[in-house]
């Protein structure tokens, strides 16, 4: 089924350990981007990308990482896990262009670091 | 600053009840774009509308409805009839100049049977 993929979908970390998200998206799109979601607070985002081989920071990037390679993947990584990072993750895509109908979110990550 | 507002942190009603859901935007963009997802008890985010800056007509959609006043920067949802299916966390988010969503806090709405 076309749409967006994220792999894991249940995590469980220790403090200090590192691990990585993958999104994979078979539409095609251009911009890719993962958020994270705590209670109360809504889906902040992380780290995105508006095309293949490149990214920028969001609004809370400190502690991750991320990288696009190849156009329909998109890594999160965590390189030295915190409690802080447990948390809901989310990967979402859009295309460009003229026909945009809204962006299409993956069903989450659950992490948890203990 | 771009930023979404939704005030109502939860709101409970008896089914049947109409419910309005609000939302207040800021942004600096003249074009721009707002949403509303609706989020499941299962967690998944379900796109519900895109609205774009220059149409301010009201959409219907079954029961659901949106009002957009660009005048008071509000992006108002309403679910009319309301049903237990309909209980859910509602986002309402901003699209800006350069393709990033900016979300509201989201509005939990627990509908009663």
């Known amino acids: 089924n076309a749409g967006v993929t994220q792999t894991p979908k249940f995590r469980v970390l220790k403090t200090g350990q590192s691990m990585t998200l993958l999104c994979a998206q078979d539409m095609n799109h251009e911009y890719m981007y993962w958020y994270r979601q705590d209670p109360g607070m809504g889906l902040r985002l992380i780290h995105y990308s508006v095309g293949e081989g490149t990214t920028a920071k969001g609004e809370v990037p400190d502690g991750y990482n991320v990288s696009r390679l190849k156009k329909q993947n998109f890594l999160l990584g965590l390189e030295s896990a915190a409690p802080s990072q447990t948390s809901v993750y989310f990967c979402?895509?859009?295309?460009?262009?003229?026909?945009?109908?809204?962006?299409?979110f993956g069903s989450g990550t659950r992490l948890t670091v203990v | 600053a771009q930023k979404v507002t939704q005030a109502q942190t939860e709101i409970s009603v008896v089914e049947k009840e109409d419910v309005t859901l609000d939302c207040v935007y800021e942004?600096?963009?003249?074009?721009?774009?707002l949403f509303w997802y609706k989020q499941p008890p299962s967690g998944e985010l379900v796109f519900l509308i895109r609205r774009n800056s220059f149409d301010e007509q009201n959409e219907i959609s079954g029961r659901y409805s949106w009002n957009f006043q660009k005048s008071t920067s509000s992006f108002n949802f309403t679910i009319t009839a309301s049903q237990v299916v309909d209980s859910a966390v509602y986002f309402c988010?901003?699209?800006?100049?350069?393709?990033?969503?900016?979300f509201g806090s989201g509005t939990r709405l627990l509908v009663r049977p």
């Open positions: 942004t600096r963009d003249t074009t721009y774009y």
């Open positions: 979402a895509s859009v295309g460009s262009g003229p026909i945009n109908y809204g962006y299409t």
């Open positions: 988010a901003l699209e800006d100049s350069s393709y990033k969503l900016i």
